[in-house]
């Protein structure tokens, strides 16, 4: 199993583009969050989701869209990019409420 | 509200000393979940432990060790005899009812273990 893979590792985005975070899970799970990570702020909520075709916002959802057609697949939209996007990203599921969540290894995002 | 607390930003330890990493949650429910993640220099955040709310047993796991104490909100993780390999950032996280169970990270704790 991959467990969670997600694309790109690396961006860099100018100001006002748009850009698709992909993430995809291979183990069945309903529940996908997506996190944002500034430092010394830990982990954000930005997104999550109990199932596909259900999604709610989090702590930050402003300057971002979901999407959950599929189990696996959790896509996280930047409209706009602004400066205040840059930031590490991770992607996570998990099988039930309570327990433990597997990250992906986070994609780094940087606007200019 | 949901809330944690890693009142330490930074530790700073020489390799096998003991390190104690602090973690104070708030919550009013009394079914909830308390975790504690590593996250290496390399990036990857990687699940340690979880506990839930019924259960006050500490928990060891080799060098590792876990003290629950609902009495004082607390769930503190204890490394031993540290290795240069423990070095990472630390975060403990809380899920519960009132909250739909979605975790509530802290802001996590560094931990620099020197040869």
């Known amino acids: 199993n991959a467990g969670v893979t997600q694309t790109p590792k690396f961006r860099i985005l100018k100001i006002g583009q748009s850009m698709t975070l992909q993430c995809t899970q291979d183990m069945n799970h309903n529940y996908m969050y997506w996190y944002r990570q500034d430092p010394g702020m830990g982990l954000k909520l930005i997104y999550y989701?109990?199932?596909?075709?259900?999604?709610d916002k989090g702590e930050v959802p402003n300057g971002y869209n979901v999407s959950r057609s599929t189990t696996e697949d959790f896509p996280l939209r930047l409209e706009l990019a602004a400066p205040s996007q840059t930031s590490v990203y991770f992607c996570?599921?998990?099988?039930?409420?309570?327990?433990?969540?597997?990250f992906g290894p986070g994609t780094r995002l940087t606007v200019l | 509200a949901q809330k944690v607390t890693q009142a330490q930003t930074e530790i700073s330890v020489v390799e096998k000393e003991d390190v104690t990493l602090d973690c104070v949650y708030e919550?009013?429910?009394?079914?909830?979940?308390l975790f504690w993640y590593k996250q290496p220099p390399s990036g990857e955040l990687v699940f340690l432990i979880r506990r839930n709310s019924f259960d006050e047993q500490n928990e060891i796991s080799g060098r590792y060790s876990w003290n629950f104490q609902k009495s004082t909100s607390s769930f503190n993780f204890t490394i031993t005899a540290s290795q240069v390999v423990d070095s990472a950032v630390y975060f403990c996280a809380l899920s519960e009812g009132g909250g739909s169970y979605i975790p509530t990270f802290g802001r996590g704790t560094s931990l620099i273990v020197h040869p």
């Open positions: 919550t009013r429910d009394t079914t909830y979940y």
């Open positions: 996570a599921s998990s099988s039930r409420v309570g327990n433990e969540q597997f």
């Open positions: 989701s109990v199932g596909a075709g259900i999604t």
